[in-house]
């Protein structure tokens, strides 16, 4: 099973659900009017239950997958493709649904998320592909997501929901003087799709001392630098989709935040589904 900790780790699920319900109750009716295929893709599905907490506290969340699975009302998804590239949790993860939902159409590959979203975007470029309308659900528990994946899903037809790691990564990574490593400037370069300067000049600002010996330039980290790498997460999104969510932010039991989750779609009711249910469960936090 895979392990987190923290309200927000239900919270997240319940938001992907209670979307996914809305999204096939609107779907239901043109799917039959235009023959489309309902497709939903969890990129980091894990072993399809998460436990929660430790010791007496411990307790154990049906994972995404499996609450999928389960609808029924208005209409299920016509096909569900599980990604999880560690073995032991997508062998978990194919006991967990493929097995116990032998009369769905379910399929479990156990390879890199990144592959298969290139792979689905292909496919969606089809003449069979363009019959298929995709809720997509990408929750890493960190960086694990490139840019370049998600750029082959523009202009297609999918709504997805993608968690941000934030504060868990970006702002991990980003040194307060800017003394990088380069391994960690290539993950960073690899994750936002941006060059190394313009990650600098946007994280980092300069400032002049004058000295009796001259002047000395500063370099220091922008304040609220986990705040800003989620605008400009938002913006980069942006710049692939015509509409972009409010982010649901995510934070610890010392409230700091960890991640932002937002949805993107070029349908713009998508959107707005999906920022009453975000307004929501950030007002419940």
């Known amino acids: 099973m895979n392990e987190f900790g923290g309200d927000w780790t239900e919270n997240k ?3 992907i659900v209670e979307y996914a319900k809305a999204y ?5 009716v043109y799917a039959v009017k235009y023959s489309w295929k309902l497709l939903y893709f969890d990129g980091f599905a894990g072993s399809g239950f998460i436990i929660k907490g430790k010791d007496e506290n411990q307790k154990i969340i049906v994972g995404a997958a499996k609450r999928i699975l389960e609808i029924e009302e208005p209409r299920p998804f016509d096909l569900f493709y599980f990604v999880e590239k560690d073995e032991l ?11 116990l939902y032998p009369n769905k159409n379910v399929h479990v590959v156990k390879e890199d998320c990144n ?3 290139k792979s689905m ?5 089809t003449s069979k592909g363009k019959k298929h309308k995709v809720l997509a659900y990408i929750d890493p528990c960190g960086m694990q997501l490139n840019w370049n994946s998600l750029q082959t899903l523009q202009k297609l037809s999918v709504d997805v929901w993608i968690l941000v790691p934030t504060g868990m990564g970006v702002n991990r990574l980003l040194k307060k003087d800017s003394n990088i490593s380069e391994a960690w400037v290539s993950r960073l370069e690899v994750f936002l799709g941006m060059e190394k300067q313009e990650i600098l000049n946007h994280f980092y600002k300069q400032t002049i001392n004058h000295t009796l010996f001259g002047d000395e330039t500063i370099v220091s ?3 609220k630098a986990i705040e800003k790498s989620a605008v400009l997460y938002k913006e980069r999104l942006s710049s692939l989709f015509n509409f972009v969510s ?10 700091s935040v960890m991640f932002h989750f937002f949805m993107a779609s070029n ?3 998508a959107v707005k589904i999906a920022n009453e249910i975000i307004a929501k469960y950030n007002k419940q936090r």
């Open 246 to 255: 409010e982010p649901y932010i995510l934070k610890n039991k010392s409230n």
């Open 89 to 99: 949790n997508a062998n978990h993860l194919e006991e967990n649904t493929k097995k």
């Open 24 to 28: 096939l109750n609107i779907m239901n």
């Open 221 to 223: 980290k922008e304040d």
């Open 121 to 125: 975007s292909q496919f969606l470029t």
């Open 13 to 15: 699920i319940e938001i």
């Open 115 to 117: 592959d298969k979203i």
């Open 267 to 269: 349908n713009k009711t």
